[in-house]
Each structure stands twice: as C-alpha cells, then as structure tokens.
C-alpha cells in the first residue's frame, strides 16, 4: 500500500512539474517582451533628458529615435535606429536609407511580421499618428492608405518631398510570402516643444 501511494505521489509530482514546465516556456516570450518594452521606454525617456543615444541595455547596438503613438488603439511603439532583426521583435525599425522620423522626406519604418502586425491591422485611413521627435517636436501624420504590395514594388517607399511615415511588414505574415502590407502616413501638423 505504501508503495502504490509513493508511486502515486511521484507521478503527480511528475505531472504537476511537467505542467508547470510547459506553461513558463509558453510565457518566456511574454515575459521577455514586457522587459523589453521597460528598458526600450526607460532608454527613450533618459534619451530625451539627455539628448544623448542611450541604449536599453548594455550590449545593445540600437537606441530610441522616436515614439510612435495611435490615440485611437491607445498604443505607443518606440523607433529604433540600426536595429537588428533580434531587436525589432520589441519595436519598430527605421530603415536607414529613409530620411529620420520626423523630418522632411519619406521615413520608412519596419515592423516584424510575428509581434506588431496585429498592430498594423488595427490602423484605419484617416487614423490619427502622433510623432514625437528626439529632435524636431511632435509631429502628426493622418493615414492615407494602406497597400498590400509585392516586395519587388518599392514605389512606396522612395523619397518624398512631404512629410510621410510609411510602415511596412510581412503579409500575410508568413516567411513564404513575397507581398507587404503597407501603411501610408502624410503630415497634417507639427506642435514645437
């Protein structure tokens, strides 16, 4: 009897740490994103006090340009310069043959395919975008369009002589796909700080 009871609890044991296991592998990824967007946050907030380029942590090989955010969904998306794929997991990418957020031109920016697409797909034409510049104060952009191209059409993202933020990701989000879903931003106004 003793045994069959020994058995019993080490299977339940087994089971009850077999469980545990399983659900914090699938919150790494949930875990790691909420440290992410702390320190990417806390990085833009000393970057502004500072005006210096301060990275979210020691390693990193990126920092804060911007912040990005949409009254309408109520989200905030921090800009980072020369981030690498790793990175943009967190936040959004300039690319860097596109003129800087918020200065006059086209600014191309990426968002990964897996994280922030759902993101994208909340935008709307017409929805309001607010800019907020290291350097040149606080922009507002209104969407234009949205496009869904393939990859090789990159007539979206050539040089403009407004103001445009142009977003760019993966559709339908799969690695296979050779198409784009494109969000088109003009300028409508600039508050100076």
């Not at 992410?36 to 907030?45: M, S």
């Not at 445009?164 to 198409?179: A, V």
Request: aromatic fraction near 10%.
């Amino acid at each position: 009897m003793k045994t069959q009871l020994r058995w019993g609890y080490l299977a339940l044991v087994i089971v009850v740490t077999m469980t545990a296991w399983q659900f914090s592998q699938g919150n790494v990824v949930y875990a790691q994103a909420w440290l992410a967007q702390g320190l990417l946050h806390t990085a833009w907030v000393r970057t502004q006090a500072s005006g210096q380029q301060v990275k979210p942590w020691p390693w990193a090989r990126t920092w804060p340009l911007a912040l990005l955010s949409v009254p309408r969904i109520n989200t905030e998306q921090i800009i980072l310069s020369h981030a690498s794929e790793g990175i943009s997991s967190f936040a959004l990418r300039h690319t860097e043959n596109s003129v800087l957020p918020g200065e006059i031109g086209n600014s191309v920016l990426n968002v990964h395919r897996d994280n922030y697409f759902s993101f994208l797909r909340m935008l709307k034409p017409g929805d309001m975008i607010i800019l907020e510049s290291l350097r040149n104060g606080r922009w507002y952009y209104q969407i234009s369009a949205i496009y869904i191209v393939y990859k090789t059409d990159t007539s979206l993202i050539e040089p403009s002589l407004n103001r445009r933020l142009t977003l760019i990701s993966c559709y339908p989000c799969t690695i296979e796909d050779d198409r784009r879903y494109v969000v088109v931003a003009e300028e409508v106004k600039r508050i100076t700080s």
